[in-house]
């Protein structure tokens, strides 16, 4: 988009007045840019001895060595020039009426562009494409291009239109560098995501085997239990004894059954000393049973 700017605003900062103050200045340079080069078209093609083929031209020649063309020794080529100078001037003039300051910016490039192909002309070809007439034009677009740029305040890049382009690749670049942030993050967020899962789901295995293993432990230890203690007690009341005397240091659940087993003998046959089974075990618990007999 172009900028355009008001005379007639006047801004609340000094940034904004200064600015419409530097482009209007700008315009007026242009419009006396349009206005010399109408001139210069108009001395060139009917009053060539004071621009063209005069005495200031022919003092460059002899300075410089460039060539001195005289109109009329080339007519259709001098009336060309004076056409493509009138051009510039009246655009220089349509640019100086409107208040965008692309318009002087496109001149000052125009005079820019001029003096450049001018210049290279007249340095690396004098005696086949320079002359001193075009040596002048060319130093003459570098002053007005100096003038428009420093009163408008612009840059070189800016008026050569690179400053846009420049702008464009920076905006690119910085889009390019959010975008790579942004698929950092995601992916960090992704990866954080990925151990959280996977660590819950090895605590979450972990407990669940725990529990299962623990509470199928009791379970099973309930159910040898339970199919252990009829044979245990059928065992002690058959007269084995064995958890209370030489295997009762063994399982806990045999030597429970062994206990009852002794007590239920102890009912049948009398007391039995815990004497004799602490010093002589199963052999000295089978003695006090035969003496039991003996006894009855």
């Not at 086949?128 to 305040?153: P, R, T, Y």
């Not at 039995?272 to 075990?281: D, K, M, R, Y």
Request: aromatic share 10%; net charge neutral.
């Amino acid at each position: 988009m172009s900028s355009r700017y008001s005379p007639t605003h006047h801004g609340t900062g000094h940034s904004e007045t200064d600015h419409a103050r530097r482009a209007e200045h700008a315009r007026y340079v242009v419009l006396l840019k349009g206005a010399s080069n109408i001139f210069m078209a108009l001395g060139i093609m009917f009053l060539p001895i004071a621009v063209y083929d005069g005495p200031i031209p022919a003092f460059v020649s002899k300075m410089t060595g460039l060539q001195f063309i005289y109109r009329d020794a080339d007519p259709g080529g001098t009336f060309a020039l004076a056409a493509l100078i009138m051009a510039a001037g009246v655009a220089a003039l349509s640019a100086g009426m409107s208040h965008y300051e692309d318009a002087y910016k496109v001149i000052a490039t125009m005079n820019a562009a001029f003096a450049y192909i001018g210049l290279l002309a007249c340095i690396f070809s004098p005696k086949k494409f320079g002359s001193s007439v075009l040596l002048l034009g060319a130093l003459q677009d570098v002053v007005w291009f100096l003038m428009i740029i420093n009163a408008g305040g612009y840059t070189m890049s800016e008026t050569f239109g690179m400053q846009h382009a420049y702008e464009r690749m920076k905006r690119k670049r910085d889009e390019l560098r959010h975008e790579q942030e942004r698929r950092d993050r995601e992916h960090q967020i992704r990866g954080e995501k990925d151990y959280v899962e996977k660590e819950g789901y090895g605590a979450t295995g972990s407990t669940n085997t725990t529990s299962t293993g623990g509470g199928g432990g009791e379970r099973h230890s309930g159910q040898h239990y339970q199919q252990q203690q009829p044979h245990s007690t059928m065992s002690a009341s058959s007269g084995g004894g064995f958890g209370g005397s030489g295997f009762g240091t063994g399982v806990q659940h045999h030597g429970g059954t062994g206990s009852g087993g002794q007590q239920h003998q102890q009912q049948r046959y009398g007391a039995v000393p815990s004497g004799i089974e602490g010093e002589f075990g199963s052999h000295g618990l089978k003695t006090e049973k035969v003496r039991g007999f003996e006894h009855q």
